[in-house]
């Protein structure tokens, strides 16, 4: 069929205004080689220019002797000769731990964790950040404190054979350092230190352990005294869900004490988060109980039995959060290898978990008159790792123990720990006796006609640990430590002892001792025992702390294992029974016009798991009807007495202890 001319040119300009309509046509049948390429204005490679920079910044990959390559950031001040290096490992990425502002100063890119920044730029030190196998930039495969060579781990490799490669690399390696090398880190990074004394490199010449994870079912991050510390479990999602650390733990419910409630067990609210694809949470849940898995990796027995060679420095914070067993753990295991009394260093500080890198003139409420972790680092860890590292150093002016006094706000150099005084003084363990009328004090108790007092335990409305709502990610968690005990001594399922108000200073050094003869009315129990200085009724100067209760020592004690802590048994019911357990260190003074107290509860929720106070044999998987409540009796006759043993410091003048 034949085309007019008018019906060509309509045709010819309805398909062009197709082809301008869909610029895709267009593209599809137009060679590409008509138009030219527009140039990248991006390089192929960056090449910093960081001449102007006070420091080198080196990322390297270190050789393990397994051929595994650990990514190692090496950052050295511009200028240096012969300076000592520095050595942290981690899991929490070193390059974040060395980059924080991307500045051209080192100070500014080392502020933040784990970093003690002003004795790192002032001393000229190499900073040496690893991360460990399996993490980040690291090859290999990641294992929650990765156990050493043994019955946990059949593999050649561990922390301390890759600590003993990464020296020897690094002193070969880095021709501005002078062969000397110190590992220093808080809480993980902190039980890295430790795992270095293990067959330590001769180039190893300083440890300083802050905060050290040491043994996670006696008393750090994972149980205490087997009650689960089930707000950890957030941490083990994210620490172990990926490489980078960068799965996020979700909540339900804004107060988790509602999101924990809801769950009912640990184990069912790990089931809900899909957390039984981590390799650590399928091992406690194995293992809730103190057996091999634990006491093979407990580092303080590990260390007992080690020589000791290297310097160490522990250092332990007095209102840790976190990790409140660990450092005075490895002291009292190593501290007798130590018999010049010059290898093994103690500091105590009024700190919360890591608080001694930040900023430490208060806690809280609290106020110490000075920034105490200032003066730590200042006059304590630079002088001692000066001392060690430097080659023209002088012999550092630092005691065996350096321990801050809480309540009088002293600092104390002492011999040894627990030693009290720097002379003269002793340390008496001194009973603290519940009594009838909930009264307290050192009088032994007399015959009267209340053999005991009593609470109600309900594991549908557990004692919570903190004021709720309680959010995990919030500022009240490094410090809940010392927050106001009065919302709980109003509870009726909450114990509460109280002495008259002291006359005389009243002076703790050491490890208070609980031991409750108490029955329950079920078949388990939990006990939760607080150690509390009661302020008095106004105080000058801060009126926000009358009559503000401060808890000193407090922890807790899962009774299936008072006959044994590997295996778990039911309690009698209603017999009264001993229960003895050790709280935290504490170096308190009790001051005149204040009165000690000491509360007794069954939970302390949701930082510990709910005992259902029927026995089962695994409490992660407590179904709701094993929940029951329970009457709770705490005995204090002549002979059944209750008590705190307080280590009270008794000088020459005042042999015997204040009267109740």
């Known amino acids: 069929m034949r085309l007019t001319a008018r019906i060509r040119l309509q045709l010819s300009l309805s398909i062009l205004l197709i082809l301008v309509a869909v610029p895709g046509v267009i593209a599809q049948t137009t060679p590409a080689a008509k138009y030219p390429a527009l140039p990248s204005e991006t390089p192929d490679k960056l090449v910093p220019s960081n001449d102007s920079f006070d420091h080198v910044r080196r990322e390297v990959m270190i050789p393990m002797r397994d051929g595994v390559k650990l990514h190692t950031v090496i950052l050295v001040p511009r200028g240096a000769k012969r300076a000592p290096i520095l050595l942290t490992r981690t899991p929490y990425d070193a390059d974040e731990l060395t980059s924080h502002a991307h500045s051209a100063h080192l100070g500014p890119?080392?502020?933040?964790?784990?970093?003690?920044?002003?004795?790192?730029?002032?001393?000229?030190?190499?900073?040496?950040?690893?991360?460990?196998?399996?993490?980040?930039?690291?090859?290999?495969?990641?294992?929650?404190?990765?156990?050493?060579?043994?019955?946990?781990?059949?593999?050649?490799?561990?922390?301390?054979?890759?600590?003993?490669?990464?020296?020897?690399?690094?002193?070969?390696?880095?021709?501005?350092?002078?062969?000397?090398?110190?590992?220093?880190?808080?809480?993980?990074?902190?039980?890295?230190?430790?795992?270095?004394?293990?067959?330590?490199?001769?180039?190893?010449?300083?440890?300083?352990?802050?905060?050290?994870?040491?043994?996670?079912?006696?008393?750090?991050?994972?149980?205490?005294?087997?009650?689960?510390?089930?707000?950890?479990?957030?941490?083990?999602?994210?620490?172990?869900?990926?490489?980078?650390?960068?799965?996020?733990?979700?909540?339900?419910?804004?107060?988790?004490?509602?999101?924990?409630?809801?769950?009912?067990?640990?184990?069912?609210?790990g089931r809900r988060r899909g957390l039984e694809q981590v390799g650590?949470?399928?091992?406690?849940?194995?293992?809730?109980?103190?057996?091999?898995?634990?006491?093979?990796?407990?580092?303080?027995?590990?260390?007992?039995?080690?020589?000791?060679?290297?310097?160490?420095?522990?250092?332990?914070?007095?209102?840790?959060?976190?990790?409140?067993?660990?450092?005075?753990?490895?002291?009292?295991?190593i501290k007798p290898k130590d018999r010049d009394n010059d290898k093994v260093f103690l500091v105590m500080g009024p700190w919360h978990h890591g608080q001694e890198i930040r900023e430490g003139s208060t806690l809280g409420p609290l106020h110490f008159g000075s920034d105490t972790a200032l003066t730590f680092r200042r006059e304590i860890l630079r002088p001692f790792l000066d001392h060690y590292l430097k080659d023209d150093a002088p012999k550092a002016d630092v005691a065996p123990v350096t321990a801050f006094e809480t309540g009088t706000n002293t600092w104390r150099r002492l011999p040894s720990w627990p030693a009290g005084c720097a002379t003269g003084c002793t340390v008496k363990a001194t009973p603290l006796y519940l009594g009838a009328g909930l009264a307290l004090g050192f009088n032994a108790?007399?015959?009267?006609?209340?053999?005991?007092?009593?609470?109600?335990?309900?594991?549908?409305?557990?004692?919570?640990?903190?004021?709720?709502?309680?959010?995990?990610?919030?500022?009240?968690?490094?410090?809940?430590?010392?927050?106001?005990?009065?919302?709980?001594?109003?509870?009726?399922?909450?114990?509460?002892?109280?002495?008259?108000?002291?006359?005389?200073?009243?002076?703790?050094?050491?490890?208070?001792?609980?031991?409750?003869?108490?029955?329950?009315?079920?078949?388990?129990?939990?006990?939760?025992?607080?150690?509390?200085?009661?302020?008095?009724?106004?105080?000058?100067?801060?009126?926000?702390?009358?009559?503000?209760?401060?808890?000193?020592?407090?922890?807790?004690?899962?009774?299936?294992?008072?006959?044994?802590?590997?295996?778990?048994?039911?309690?009698?019911s209603d017999t009264p029974l001993l229960y003895r357990w050790a709280l935290p260190t504490a170096n308190h003074v009790f001051q005149p016009g204040h009165r000690l107290m000491v509360q007794i509860q069954s939970s302390w929720f949701p930082l510990y798991d709910r005992n259902p106070q029927t026995f089962v044999p695994n409490i992660f998987w407590a179904k709701p009807g094993d929940y029951r409540k329970a009457t709770q009796r705490i005995y204090h006759t002549p002979e059944q007495a209750s008590f705190i043993e307080l280590p009270l410091v008794v000088s020459p003048t005042e042999p015997s202890p204040p009267p109740r």
């Open 445 to 572: 108790p007399k015959p009267s006609a209340a053999a005991y007092d009593e609470y109600v335990s309900d594991p549908a409305k557990p004692v919570p640990f903190r004021a709720r709502p309680i959010v995990e990610e919030g500022a009240g968690w490094a410090r809940w430590l010392v927050d106001d005990q009065r919302e709980a001594s109003g509870r009726p399922d909450v114990l509460v002892f109280v002495s008259d108000v002291l006359t005389a200073p009243v002076k703790i050094s050491g490890q208070p001792i609980a031991n409750l003869v108490a029955s329950t009315s079920g078949s388990d129990s939990d006990w939760v025992v607080k150690l509390i200085d009661v302020y008095p009724d106004e105080v000058a100067g801060q009126p926000e702390m009358g009559g503000y209760q401060l808890m000193i020592s407090a922890d807790i004690f899962r009774g299936r294992y008072r006959q044994s802590l590997e295996t778990p048994q039911a309690i009698s």
């Open 280 to 333: 650590f949470w399928r091992k406690l849940l194995d293992h809730p109980s103190y057996d091999a898995f634990w006491r093979d990796q407990a580092v303080d027995r590990v260390l007992a039995a080690q020589p000791l060679s290297v310097p160490v420095m522990l250092v332990h914070s007095l209102w840790d959060q976190e990790d409140i067993y660990g450092a005075m753990a490895v002291y009292r295991a």
């Open 109 to 269: 890119n080392l502020f933040g964790y784990d970093n003690a920044t002003d004795v790192i730029v002032e001393g000229g030190y190499i900073r040496v950040i690893q991360d460990v196998r399996g993490k980040h930039g690291s090859e290999g495969d990641y294992v929650m404190n990765r156990p050493l060579h043994g019955p946990q781990n059949p593999t050649p490799v561990d922390h301390a054979t890759d600590t003993y490669d990464t020296i020897d690399w690094l002193v070969k390696n880095v021709p501005e350092s002078n062969g000397k090398v110190g590992i220093l880190g808080i809480s993980y990074d902190g039980f890295l230190p430790l795992m270095a004394l293990v067959n330590p490199h001769p180039a190893l010449k300083v440890s300083v352990p802050m905060n050290p994870m040491v043994d996670g079912w006696m008393g750090d991050d994972w149980f205490h005294n087997g009650a689960f510390r089930e707000q950890g479990m957030s941490y083990i999602y994210e620490q172990e869900g990926t490489r980078k650390g960068d799965a996020k733990w979700f909540t339900s419910q804004f107060d988790d004490y509602d999101m924990f409630m809801h769950a009912g067990s640990a184990g069912e609210l």
